[in-house]
């Protein structure tokens, strides 16, 4: 925490990445820091889970550049995915119907794992695109 912070309990971190599978490891390492460092590594693990499966759709589903943006506020921490493509994501099928599936598994555990996600048409650095959200409570 910085002296001068006027919000101590609320940060945001952004990670611009290439569109290059070597960013989802990166993502997560840098994910687990973030979270060391504000004293929430409990939360790392289902963390880390999460923002690989975002991550890894921004990267495999687009062409273009990524990002990472992890946010805490008032108790959540909101992990999203920017990428470069304006269509919303495919809703996460059922269980059941994901079990022999070839791909597809990816936001159902996103589901299964977060409170509550979404999406949201964003632009970043000229790219339009969109940010596929999910939180985490803290507690």
């Known amino acids: 925490m910085l ?5 101590p309990d609320s940060w945001e971190y ?9 960013a989802v490891p990166v993502s997560r390492r840098t994910l687990r820091l ?3 460092l504000h004293g ?11 923002a690989s499966e975002l991550v890894s759709n921004a990267v495999l589903h687009t062409k273009g550049p990524a990002g990472l943006r992890v946010r805490y506020r008032d108790g959540i921490l909101r992990i999203g995915a920017w990428d ?5 994501p495919e809703p996460p099928g059922e269980s059941e119907e994901l079990a022999d599936a070839e791909n597809g598994r990816g936001f159902a555990l996103v ?6 996600w979404g999406w949201q048409p964003l632009s970043r650095l000229g790219h339009r695109g969109k940010l596929v959200w999910c ?5």
Do not use: F, G, K, Q
Request: charged letters at 25%.
């Open 40 to 50: 929430l590594i409990h939360l790392a693990d289902t963390a880390e889970l999460l």
């Open 3 to 7: 002296e001068n912070d006027p919000t």
């Open 111 to 116: 589901r299964a794992c977060a409170d509550v």
């Open 34 to 36: 973030i979270l060391t």
């Open 14 to 22: 952004s990670l611009y990445i290439p569109n290059d599978p070597r």
């Open 84 to 88: 470069t493509d304006p269509e919303p």
């Open 135 to 139: 939180d985490l409570p803290a507690a």
